[in-house]
């Protein structure tokens, strides 16, 4: 079985402060004037082939659930479909928001994860190579690495991996030698079952309320090279902004798949 989660339980206060209008905008069905251009199917329409897709919410979580029922673009996945109330969404950071995802995904007998934050635009290409690829998967993107904004990686030089980050955005520091470094692009694949569920009931309460981060470097930290790739993303947008949303039709233009 394949599955795929995608997180987007947070308030997203940048972006509702970007867009004019008095309504709270559920930032991954944000679209203008077509539900087929919403972050949130473009990542069903790159995944086309998940055994099941689990969406984990929690602001405005009740609009999220009337609009993937109503919405006749997501009828094709829609028995397919879990959706997930991260009722603390906004007690606790991005791990527990995975953390739900995980324990909902743990019900099944999975061969393969593939986790994608909710607010991201990726290319169609990209994430087919994510999905055919038999490896646990990390992504890049193309972006500078700015303590300001990205979460960066780096390989040591026994190959394993290391996510570093910064939640005040001030610095970003590496204490050792290195081969590279990255920018992330924030979707993960994992093909090791037995390894999901031991870093799954590894980790503490705490820790699961802290971001993300914290599972995906305990999963992928001792690693070695040969069991995992990099793949970059060609085209990758992390949509904080309106503005970053607008951007996405200047790479497509018009794409006949979403009309």
Not at 105 to 114: F, G, M, R, S, T
Not at 135 to 147: E, G, M, Q, S, W
Not at 155 to 170: A, K, N
Not at 184 to 209: A, H, M, P, T, Y
Request: hydrophobic fraction near 35%; include cysteine.
């Amino acid at each position: 079985m394949r599955l795929l989660i995608v997180t987007v339980a947070g308030i997203a206060r940048r972006f509702n402060a970007s867009v004019d209008s008095k309504k709270k905008i559920i930032k991954c069905l944000y679209n203008e004037g077509n539900m087929k251009r919403s972050l949130l199917y473009r990542l069903f329409h790159n995944f086309p082939d998940m055994d099941k897709y689990i969406i984990v919410g929690g602001y405005e979580f009740g609009e999220l659930k009337k609009t993937l029922d109503r919405e006749n673009c997501f009828e094709e996945y829609r028995e397919r479909m879990t959706l997930v109330n991260n009722e603390d969404y906004e007690k606790y950071g991005s791990g527990y928001s995975l953390y739900k995802g995980l324990e909902e995904a743990l019900k099944y007998d999975a061969h393969e994860i593939i986790f994608a934050e909710g607010d991201l635009y990726v290319d169609r290409e990209s994430c087919e190579r994510i999905s055919k690829a038999g490896k646990n998967i990390l992504t890049v993107n193309n972006d500078p690495i700015l303590a300001s904004k990205a979460v960066a990686l780096y390989m040591d030089t026994q190959g394993r991996v290391h996510y570093i980050y910064d939640t005040e955005h001030g610095t970003l520091q590496i204490n050792q030698p290195f081969t590279a470094i990255f920018n992330s692009g924030q979707i993960w694949k994992f093909v090791d079952g037995d390894r999901v569920r031991r870093v799954f009931n590894k980790l503490s309460e705490s820790r699961w309320q802290n971001t993300n981060l914290e599972y995906i470097q305990e999963y992928f930290g001792e690693l070695s090279g040969h069991e995992y790739e990099v793949v970059p993303f060609c085209n990758w947008i992390n949509c904080n902004t309106i503005d970053d949303y607008r951007k996405i039709s200047e790479l497509e233009g018009n794409n006949e798949v979403y009309e």
